[in-house]
Each structure stands twice: as C-alpha cells, then as structure tokens.
C-alpha cells in the first residue's frame, strides 16, 4: 500500500481507513468483528462512453456547446475518465454489505 500512497491514488477516506486498521488488512473490530472486511473498487470510464446528461454534470461539456456529444468523443477529451472509488463494509452470515462511500471525480491523464 506505501506503493499507492506515495502516488496519491487513494482518496483520503480510504487513506483514514487504512489507518484504523493495524495489520492494514481492512478487517477490523470495528466494521463487525472477524467475520468482515473492506473492499475498496476503483472504476475508470473514459469521458467518450459518457451519456451526454453525466458530460454535463461533470462539467466536461456545457449548454452552450452546439455539439455537445462530439465534444465528449473529440480529442480534447481523450485522456479525459471518471474515477468512480466504492467503498463497501463486507460482512458473512447472512447480513448484506454496506456502501461506507461512493465518489466519482474526473482524472485527466498527462501528455
């Protein structure tokens, strides 16, 4: 994990999560005792495979674009993602897993 952390890929939620627990396992006393664990998931989506209604509220398109869904498959968008990190409490017998956090944030990858 320093690996990650050196590079910033974590959000800071799950960098406090990481700390709670001392073996840095994610299972812990307190999200259930030893019968459940974390489970952190990062998705990436490339901004050309948006619908046109997620380019604008992530404000990678605006109403004043005439072409708005060419915009989003244009080049100046194509080492643009949305970084979606889940955040689940994973639990045995019976009980369901449980969204502790879901964020979405867009990534725009350097030249």
């Keep these: 994990m320093r690996s990650l952390r050196s590079l910033s890929l974590l959000s800071p939620f799950a960098e406090h999560l990481l ?9 812990s006393r307190a999200y259930g005792g030893a019968h ?3 489970s ?5 989506t490339p901004a050309s495979s948006l619908p046109l209604a997620d ?3 992530y404000s990678l398109v605006t109403l004043d674009d005439p072409t708005p869904e060419q915009t989003l498959a244009g080049p100046e968008l194509a080492r643009t ?3 979606t990190e889940l955040v689940e409490a994973l639990y045995t ?5 449980e969204t502790l956090v879901r964020s ?3 990534v725009v990858v350097p030249a």
């Design 93 to 97: 017998k019976g009980r369901e897993s």
């Design 19 to 27: 700390t709670l627990s001392p073996s840095r396992t994610g299972i």
């Design 40 to 44: 952190l998931s990062y998705t990436l």
């Design 81 to 83: 993602w949305v970084e």
């Design 36 to 38: 459940s664990s974390l």
């Design 104 to 106: 979405e944030r867009v």
């Design 55 to 57: 380019g604008l509220s």
